[in-house]
């Protein structure tokens, strides 16, 4: 089993920056590939960035590519995602999640979830 929880959201004016943090327990948490999804009201659950197990491989989607950057500290049990140059479309509950496999970008992939975190973005 795998406990993770969100931290590190709020409100933000437009150019401005935030860190989420993905803190897990269990001690095989660094077998775990990391995404992070977010879902604004009335939308569906987009996905925003992975990481991978290692941390040796990263992937966003083309809207927060050069501005997010995902991380993770394996001895901190802890994955990161840096978001500068925030945009008020960036407005939405941001969750974690972890997978046993390599790469995923589709929910459904995914075993164990964060209860998420509000990013709001202001103009």
């Known amino acids: 089993q795998v406990q993770l929880v969100e931290s590190g959201g709020g409100l933000v004016q437009a150019g401005g920056s935030l860190r989420l943090s993905c803190a897990a327990s269990?001690?095989?948490?660094?077998?775990?590939?990391v995404g992070w999804f977010r879902q604004a009201p009335g939308k569906e659950r987009e996905f925003v960035a992975h990481?991978?197990?290692?941390?040796?491989?990263?992937d966003y989607i083309d809207s927060v590519q050069g501005r997010f950057m995902i991380s993770r500290d394996n001895a901190k049990n802890t994955v990161y995602l840096q978001m500068n140059s925030l945009k008020p479309e960036d407005t939405a509950v941001y969750y974690c999640?972890?997978?046993?496999?390599?790469?995923?970008?589709?929910?459904?992939?995914?075993?164990?979830w964060g209860q998420g975190t509000q990013v709001t973005v202001t103009t």
């Open positions: 990481i991978t197990w290692s941390g040796s491989t990263a």
């Open positions: 269990g001690r095989i948490f660094s077998s775990y590939s």
């Open positions: 999640a972890a997978h046993r496999g390599y790469y995923a970008a589709n929910a459904r992939d995914y075993d164990y």
